[in-house]
């Protein structure tokens, strides 16, 4: 809360393009599980297919193809998780050729096998990537305006650190 608050006053120009993400993330939505059409989405938003995959990567910090894939996974593991559906089914309801493919994508992306996650909604809930949020370009937006500080440190500094030496 307290990010989120302080946040809204440091970046008004950030946030101009917040509307823009949004209704993209919107439209992936109510399109998810069809095929991914970043063309049709910038016609019906009426901005260049480049404009909407550029502000897209710059304010969520990953780009439009990896935001679906996430997402698109992350519903196939829910209904994996669900039990109630064969693996195969769910993987060509979610646009893979083969259950191969899906295993493959589900394990790069997830990290486990669909066949770990089957009837363990607990564990899904760690696993899925929820919708954006407003709340998250404007962490993106203050990540990206105050970067982590590099910070030098002499060699002296180490060697404290070290373990002292044993005399016998």
Known sequence: MFVAVSLRATHPIAMRQFPL???TVEHLERTLPSKLDVGQIADDLSISKWHLQH??????????SQYYRL???????HRVANGSERIIDVA???????????YRAFK?????????VKHREDFVLYLSFPPLKHTHLELVAHMQSHPPSKK?????????????????
């Open 108 to 116: 790069r992306i997830m990290g486990v096998s669909p066949k770990q």
């Open 152 to 168: 030098c440190l002499k060699a002296s500094h180490f060697m404290a650190l070290r373990k002292p030496s044993r005399r016998l």
């Open 71 to 77: 997402r698109l996974l992350s519903l196939a593991a």
């Open 55 to 64: 502000e897209f990567k710059r304010h969520t910090g990953i780009t439009i």
């Open 21 to 23: 993400i949004l209704r």
């Open 92 to 102: 060509l309801d979610h646009g893979f050729e083969s259950q191969e493919a899906f």
